[in-house]
Nanobody, 124 residues
Framework: QVQLVESGGGLVQAGGSLRLSCAAS????????MGWFRQAPGTERDLVAA????????YYADSVKGRFTISRDNAKNTVYLQMDSLKPEDTAVYYC?????????????????WGQGTQVTVSS
């Protein structure tokens, strides 16, 4: 069992930055692929970024390429999402997710554990 706790969300002006963190419990964190999803009201939960077990492979949604960076520190059981040049359309609840197995999945059903979510609001 893995428990995920997100932090770092908040209110920021357009063009600003936020860094989300996701702390994971358990001793097998390094064996999991990790992802960040987001969901705005009335929309589906979509993958924003993901990385494999050692961070050697990453995936970014087209809408965030060049602005967001996903990374992990396996020694700290933590995955990060650095979000720069934020736009109002980035406003959503952001969820951290863990997938058993080392490789990336791009759909929510590919992930086994979820955090509770953290709100990100970007004002114009």
């Amino acid at each position: 069992q893995v428990q995920l706790v997100e932090s770092g969300g908040g209110l920021v002006q357009a063009g600003g930055s936020l860094r989300l963190s996701c702390a994971a419990s358990g001793r097998t964190f390094s064996s999991y692929a990790m992802g960040w999803f987001r969901q705005a009201p009335g929309t589906e939960r979509d993958l924003v970024a993901a990385l494999n077990w050692n961070g050697g492979r990453t995936y970014y949604a087209d809408s965030v390429k060049g602005r967001f960076t996903i990374s992990r520190d396996n020694a700290k059981n933590t995955v990060y999402l650095q979000m720069d040049s934020l736009k109002p359309e980035d406003t959503a609840v952001y969820y951290c997710a863990a997938r058993r197995g080392s490789q990336i999945a791009t759909i929510p059903t590919g992930y086994d554990y979820w955090g509770q979510g953290t709100q990100v609001t970007v004002s114009s």
